[in-house]
């Protein structure tokens, strides 16, 4: 059972990276039509973003009352109208009306399986787990290219993706007695595990390394957006690269993300999460500093790669060591908290630096990158030393 509910989990993982990467492959076609200045797909993706960040930081309520099975089927659901909904849009204003069932439908689904693999399955899924968010990431791009290459409109390929949504909203309800089960015998494993008063929602905020954590996620989502969005520009302008090299490196760069956590999974076998997200921030570092000292050109290359391969265990290992770091009765109110902060430095970060440093300034690229590790290495080390007194006392 727990094997078929996994197997379940992986597919809405693949749905949920599915619509992500939609709107910026879809944009160029989906302007003229809609009749709107280019600049516009920035409104659309704020609302979305602003709907995931408020729908992730009230999951673990939702969560609690109504059960992870129940959340996900309601969510892809919200999605999967969103999809169908884009693709029948006439204006942009349609387009924003449907941001809103786009946005709470992401947020709530994220959080929502991330605490149950947290919970119930082992590091080495939960890494795999992300490597299937990034096949739902990849596809996404593909189906619209593919459909467009072909001369259909760019709204078959939303519909075609709500359409697969919506057969997933059947699997989902079908599957719904598997969530309970699965859950009741991991914690007949597990009970003598389990340890802290269940403490209201907002005040697990006060409980002692959960801000640390939340500056995590914050920071490391700043590294990886800021990567995919200014990598590119930052290899063009300072590295003289022609744009479609620029671009070549951008895809390498999210393959290490998606190669690496799938062989990440292999390692959790031998190694802590501690010791994974140790190993990705010094990669990570080691790609900042290949991009920042005067070597080769060939080491910026090799530092995009690096930088990739180093941010692939550190999301899922963060996320996985929630339950032990704050225990499971707070895992899913905790988890919405991390989710919604990795969300808000997902759609600031990557911004802010494009207003600070503009196309005057692009040198300042790993800079910013250099900056954003350090704080991040600076806040895991805080956090470990919190964690063990804690299960010192």
Request: net charge positive; with cysteine.
């Amino acid at each position: 059972m727990a094997t078929l509910l996994l197997i379940i989990i992986y597919i809405a993982f693949i749905s949920l990276g599915l619509p992500d990467a939609l709107l910026g492959s879809a944009w160029p076609v989906m302007q003229p039509d809609l009749n709107v200045p280019y600049a516009f797909a920035g409104i659309p993706q704020i609302m979305i973003s602003g709907g995931t960040i408020l729908s992730a930081l009230f999951s673990g309520l939702l969560l609690k009352k109504y059960g992870t099975g129940k959340v996900t089927a309601v969510s892809v659901s919200l999605t999967a109208i969103a999809l169908i909904g884009f693709s029948f849009s006439p204006s942009l204003w349609w387009l924003l009306v449907f941001t809103i069932p786009m946005g709470l439908g992401a947020g709530s689904v994220d959080a929502g399986l991330n605490a149950y693999v947290a919970n119930n399955y082992k590091p080495h899924l939960m890494s795999w787990l992300h490597c299937f968010w990034g096949i739902g990431a990849l596809g996404g791009p593909l189906v619209m290219s593919m459909l467009l290459s072909k001369g259909f409109q760019w709204r078959l390929g939303y519909r075609s993706i709500g359409i697969f949504q919506v057969c997933l909203v059947f699997i989902l309800i079908i599957s719904l007695p598997l969530w309970d089960k699965v859950k009741k015998e991991n914690e007949v494993e597990t009970k003598e595990e389990e340890s802290g008063d269940d403490i209201p929602f907002f005040s697990v905020l006060k409980v002692k390394g959960v801000l640390m954590a939340l500056l995590i996620f914050l920071f490391y989502c700043g590294i990886e957006l800021t990567m995919g969005l200014w990598g590119g520009s930052y290899l063009f302008k300072v590295k003289n690269m022609t744009p479609s090299t620029a671009a070549i490196w951008i895809s390498i760069y999210y393959g290490g993300i998606t190669i690496g956590r799938f062989f990440s999974g292999f390692l959790t076998f031998k190694l802590s999460n501690n010791s994974m997200i140790r190993l990705g921030i010094s990669i990570v570092l080691l790609g900042v500093l290949f991009m920042l000292l005067p070597l080769p050109q060939g080491f910026v290359q090799a530092g995009f790669l690096l930088v990739g391969l180093g941010c692939a265990p550190i999301f899922p290992s963060m996320l996985h060591e929630t339950p032990v770091r704050f225990g499971k009765k707070n895992a899913q109110a905790v988890m919405g908290f991390q989710m919604a902060a990795a969300y808000v430095g997902s759609t600031v970060f990557p911004p802010m630096f494009g207003f600070i440093a503009s196309s005057h300034a692009m040198y300042l690229f790993p800079f910013f990158l250099l900056g954003y590790i350090i704080i991040l290495i600076i806040c895991f080390e805080r956090l470990k030393k919190v964690v063990a007194k804690k299960i010192a006392s």
